[in-house]
C-alpha cells in the first residue's frame, strides 16, 4: 500500500505564496501520474494540476500562470508552488498518486488565504 503524506499548508495572506509538498512512500517514477486537487467548503474536490510519468504537465484554469507542479523522483516528493494566492485558493489541497494498481490519496493541507 502506497502513502502520500502532504505538507506546507497554512495561513498566508492575499498575493502570497505557498509550497505544498507530497511525500510518496513507493517510487513516484512508478506511477502513470501524480496531481494536486482541492476542496473548498460546501464545494466539490477539484484538480488543481497534474504531471506524469513522462512530465506532462497540466493546470485548471483557475491557477494558471499562478501554480506549478513539480517532482523530485529521487526524493519521492512532488511539489506545488503556489504564487499570487486569492481567498478563492482557501481548500484543502490533496496529493494524489496514479497508478496501474490503484490511486493513492493523501490525508490533505489546509490553505486559508485570508488577510
Known amino acids: 500500500q502506497v502513502q502520500v503524506v502532504e505538507s506546507g499548508g497554512g495561513l498566508v495572506q492575499p498575493g502570497g505564496s505557498l509550497r505544498l509538498s507530497c511525500a510518496a512512500s513507493?517510487?513516484?517514477?512508478?506511477?502513470?501520474?501524480m496531481a494536486w486537487y482541492r476542496q473548498a467548503p460546501g464545494k466539490q474536490r477539484e484538480l488543481v494540476a497534474t504531471i506524469t510519468r513522462g512530465d506532462s504537465i497540466n493546470y485548471a484554469d483557475s491557477v494558471k500562470g499562478r501554480f506549478t507542479i513539480s517532482r523530485d523522483n529521487a526524493k519521492n516528493m512532488v511539489f506545488l508552488q503556489m504564487n499570487n494566492l486569492t481567498p478563492e485558493d482557501t481548500a484543502v489541497y490533496y496529493c494524489?498518486?496514479?497508478?496501474?494498481?490503484?490511486?493513492?490519496w493523501g490525508q490533505g493541507t489546509q490553505v486559508t488565504v485570508s488577510s
Open positions: 494524489l498518486g496514479i497508478s496501474t494498481m490503484g490511486n493513492y
Open positions: 513507493a517510487s513516484i517514477f512508478t506511477m502513470y501520474a
